[in-house]
């Protein structure tokens, strides 16, 4: 039981972490002026996201069969949360390579531009000793980086919103499959329902949260704004994503309990 849940966690760490790792992407696709180009990687980066997703799910819901051979004293919810760690650690590794993310990701875009291509890229720019070169290139982050990012002159709504999302997302099939060991009557229903939670979680986030995110980097490309608002604007983004994943360990147990009142009543 330990091992399948070291596995999920593990592919939660690189969902969280890749995600998180987005932002870097995006910003040095802003600081080049080459924003499309950055959108297209970002995209990759959340193919992989997905992919692992698409591992995870089945892995966790193995979990809840293998925890009935278990006598009644096993407690779920403890290996739920060991998982929400993984998320919370993966989302902290990411802000720790952050400034050395940007900087490789601006390198990849110049590249990327060059070759004309992904796979011309690979070709043309991957090899030993290239990667070995990258640690050259890597930057670690300094505390004075902090100081920067006070709320001022970005919408609190927009960090609140953020680590809501996020920690509504990081629950949900989990919230979904926990459900499903409440009720026996409908459990089925209630191991499906993660939609309930995740179709919220993607509600707020393409109506409330991507659409200031998108003026803002507007702004900046005009030049009405500068990049140091950017840099703020996705700092504080990824620390609201920090925080989310530390409350969705918060609104695991009632969001479970939500669920299971859903589908009771539907």
């Known amino acids: 039981m330990l091992e399948q849940v070291l596995l999920v966690s593990m592919f939660t760490f690189i969902i969280h972490l890749s995600e998180t790792l987005t932002y870097s992407i995006r ?94 890229m690979v070709r043309s720019s991957v090899s030993f000793q290239k990667i070995n070169h990258a640690r050259y290139h890597l930057r670690s982050p300094k505390l004075s980086m902090l100081s920067r990012l006070r709320v001022g002159g970005i919408p609190k709504r927009l960090v609140a919103l953020n680590c809501l999302v996020t920690a509504i997302y990081t629950i949900g099939v989990l919230a979904a499959l926990l459900a499903s060991t409440l009720t026996t009557e409908y459990s089925i229903t209630a ?37 140091a608002t950017l840099n703020k604007v996705f700092g504080l983004l990824m620390i609201s994503r920090l925080l989310g994943t530390v409350f969705a360990q918060v609104l695991l147990v009632p969001a479970a309990y939500w669920i299971k009142w859903i589908v009771s009543v539907l």
């Open 27 to 120: 910003l040095a696709g802003v600081r080049l002026g080459k924003l499309a180009v950055a959108l297209s990687l970002s995209g990759i980066i959340l193919l992989i996201s997905r992919t692992a997703n698409m591992l995870q799910a089945p892995l966790t819901g193995n979990i809840i069969d293998l925890s009935k051979k278990f006598t009644v004293e096993y407690n779920l919810i403890d290996q739920f949360r060991i998982i929400i760690g993984a998320a919370t650690v993966g989302t902290f590794t990411a802000l720790l390579l952050f400034p050395s993310a940007v900087f490789l990701s601006s390198r990849v875009i110049s590249h990327l531009e060059v070759a004309g291509s992904i796979p011309q």
């Open 191 to 227: 191991s499906q329902a993660s939609g309930l939670i995740n179709g919220m979680a993607t509600i707020l986030l393409t109506i409330l949260i991507d659409p200031q995110v998108g003026l803002m980097t507007d702004k900046v490309l005009k030049g009405e704004k500068q990049v």
